[in-house]
């Protein structure tokens, strides 16, 4: 007898669905059956924590351009998903997640476990959130939640009572008040109207100073972006979620945009008279032009983002690379080079000032130098993953991404712990490829720990078992505390941003994986060495003064009175964070 659980399991696996992350639990104890008999090709990726396993299933889908399936049981482990599925709905990530229920007959009784997981999973996976009450929506229900996920690049929900899972699975019949849904493939236009097309060259085409802004909707279309940037002679910024749209080795590509990003975008957005945005729902407008200082063209697949962050004269609805495609034929070349040129002494220096920076001696080590060292240790085809604070600042300003590499981190959330589950799903995705990932000591104590477990567990069944993961040991919640002295003028609180001690590397040893400590700068280089190069999965701790500022690329006049306030107030610490600052500006 087929069960609910088992037609469920069997249609995801018709869908292409490869792996589910999740943890277990008796709320879907009928799913977890169904996996220990199932034929199909299709893996339980146990986590460590149902939050990675949602993060996981958000990666997935980044680094394979898939539906990521996320698992959990009832009341709590349903709830433990819901900050990795707002970082794939932020990101705009297509994401499955299958979540146990109580069982039919104890719903309304106050039961055990019993949330009301509609209303929970409302806001999240608002495009689609059911519960499969009868046998007979199960077909309807996975495949409107995969295709709408899809459609909408959006998180969907399906919840699953554990007594309707064991129940014989049923094929709706031909009759009224049924559905019949399919699997068969949709077939999109991707390109606009040609009249819009001729209204943004037309844009494009009159602007002596154009700048691009690019995004993760750009990735894939690479090649189309540089050959639009050569005919218009602009330069293009990057998103921090487009950063691996774009080599950072290209002259006139200024790297990323905003607080973490760099002199060069700044400038750029500053002098420009055109602004084409793609694929980016970048935030935050005061990085943009002024309003109306530039002429604007924006093209998203998603005609709701259409003006949002800037406003624009001409929107395009559509595939960034089809729409690129069809746009070039309509674009003039640039007759002066000026701006262009412009543009790439700008970035020329700010590469000379980003080595500087990195050189400067701290105690015990610069936080830069790990990461502009890893720029020229890279293997062809690695894929790079940071979690937040200040290490992605580093990874913003300092990593040079080759063409053939990807990288990503959590973009619209900004959350913390990912940076490990998104490098393990990245790997079991990518068995084949270098994963680095760019981890603060805060992070890896949230969840990078946990699911360090998860990956000694797996490596021994990738083909290429190269994965690094790098933690900056500064004991402190690094970027909050910059955010304290900058925003608040108020010096570092110690009983919330310092952090107890912990030897990350041993902790690798008795994983059985191999585990590197560092604090000398010049140690890092053959650290990275080393690891890129080992036969099993490395922990390398980085050892680095919390005093060395992740400088904006714009520092507003306020902002800088808050600094040195906050600094006065602190004890030898402010000092130091002073003469850091002082030594990164001179450099600069």
């Known amino acids: 007898m087929q069960t609910v659980s088992d037609f469920i399991l069997s249609r995801l696996a018709q869908w292409g669905i490869q792996r589910i992350y999740g943890y277990p639990g008796d709320g879907?104890?009928?799913?977890?059956?169904?996996?220990?008999?199932?034929?199909?090709?299709l893996e339980f990726i146990q986590a460590r924590h149902e939050e990675t396993a949602a993060f996981m299933a958000c990666a997935h889908a980044k680094f394979t351009g898939q539906v990521g399936v996320c698992m959990a049981t009832s009341g709590p482990g349903a709830i433990h998903l819901l900050n990795g599925l707002y970082d794939a709905k932020l990101d705009h990530q297509p994401v499955v997640a299958l979540v146990g229920q109580q069982a039919r007959t104890a719903m309304g009784g106050d039961y055990q476990q019993e949330v009301d997981l509609v209303s929970l999973f409302k806001d999240v996976a608002h495009d689609f959130v059911h519960v499969a009450s009868s046998p007979m929506q199960a077909r309807h229900l996975v495949d409107r939640?995969?295709?709408?996920?899809?459609?909408?690049?959006?998180?969907?929900?399906?919840?699953?009572?554990?007594?309707?899972?064991?129940?014989?699975?049923?094929?709706?019949?031909?009759?009224?008040?049924?559905?019949?849904?399919?699997?068969?493939?949709?077939?999109?236009?991707?390109?606009?109207?040609?009249t819009a097309l001729q209204n943004a060259a037309d844009i494009l085409n009159k602007g002596e100073r154009v700048a691009i802004l690019a995004g993760a909707g750009a990735w894939g279309a690479g090649d189309e972006l540089l050959q639009v940037a050569d005919r218009l002679g602009a330069g293009v910024a990057k998103a921090l979620l487009g950063k691996?749209?774009?080599?950072?080795?290209?002259?006139?590509?200024?790297?990323?945009?905003?607080?973490?990003g760099t002199q060069p975008s700044w400038r750029m957005m500053n002098e420009c008279d055109t602004l084409l945005m793609v694929g980016t729902a970048f935030p935050y407008s005061e990085f943009l032009p002024e309003e109306g200082q530039a002429r604007a063209v924006q093209i998203d697949r998603d005609g709701r983002m259409i003006s949002l962050r800037y406003p624009v004269e001409q929107g395009l609805v559509g595939d960034s690379k089809a729409t690129m495609q069809a746009l070039l034929p309509l674009l003039r070349p640039r007759e002066s080079h000026r701006w262009r040129d412009k543009i790439e002494k700008d970035v020329?220096?700010?590469?000379?000032?980003?080595?500087?920076?990195?050189?400067?001696?701290?105690r015990p080590m610069n936080p830069q130098r790990p990461f502009w060292e890893l720029s020229r240790h890279l293997p062809d085809r690695s894929i790079i993953t940071c979690d937040s604070g200040s290490a992605a600042s580093w990874y913003a300003q300092h990593l040079r991404l080759r063409k053939g590499m990807s990288a990503s981190l959590s973009g619209g959330l900004a959350s913390m712990g990912s940076g490990v589950p998104y490098a393990l799903a990245a790997k079991l995705a990518h068995p084949d490829r270098p994963v680095v990932a760019l981890?603060?000591?805060?992070?890896?104590?949230?969840?990078?720990?946990?699911?360090?477990?998860?990956?000694?567990?797996?490596?021994?069944?990738?083909?290429?078992?190269?994965?690094?993961?790098?933690?900056?040991?500064?004991?402190?919640?690094?970027?909050?505390?910059?955010?304290?002295?900058?925003?608040?003028?108020?010096?570092?609180f110690k009983d919330s941003q310092l952090l107890p001690a912990f030897p990350y590397a041993d902790y690798a040893h008795l994983l059985g994986l191999e585990?590197?400590?560092?604090?000398?700068?010049?140690?890092?280089?053959?650290?990275?060495?080393?690891?890129?190069?080992?036969?099993?999965?490395?922990?390398?701790?980085?050892?680095?003064?919390?005093?060395?500022?992740?400088i904006p690329p714009h520092i507003p006049l306020k902002q800088v009175q808050n600094y040195i306030k906050a600094l006065r107030q602190e004890d030898a610490s402010g000092g130091a964070a002073l003469r850091a600052t002082l030594k990164q500006w001179w450099a600069g």
């Open 515 to 550: 585990g590197i400590r560092v604090d000398d700068p010049e140690q890092v280089a053959g650290a990275w060495e080393h690891a890129l190069a080992s036969d099993r999965p490395v922990l390398l701790e980085m050892v680095v003064d919390p005093e060395v500022p992740p």
């Open 244 to 260: 691996s749209v774009l080599p950072d080795n290209i002259p006139y590509v200024t790297g990323s945009i905003g607080l973490l």
């Open 439 to 492: 981890v603060g000591d805060g992070a890896m104590q949230m969840n990078g720990m946990n699911e360090l477990i998860t990956i000694a567990h797996r490596w021994r069944d990738w083909q290429d078992p190269t994965m690094v993961i790098l933690v900056l040991n500064n004991g402190d919640l690094n970027m909050v505390t910059w955010e304290q002295r900058v925003m608040g003028g108020d010096p570092r």
């Open 348 to 362: 020329a220096q700010w590469w000379k000032t980003v080595e500087a920076r990195a050189m400067v001696s701290a």
């Open 145 to 194: 939640a995969i295709r709408i996920a899809m459609e909408r690049r959006a998180v969907t929900c399906v919840i699953l009572p554990n007594d309707v899972q064991d129940l014989p699975a049923v094929q709706p019949p031909r009759e009224h008040a049924t559905v019949h849904t399919g699997i068969g493939f949709t077939s999109h236009a991707g390109v606009p109207a040609s």
């Open 28 to 41: 879907i104890n009928g799913l977890i059956g169904a996996f220990g008999r199932t034929a199909e090709p």
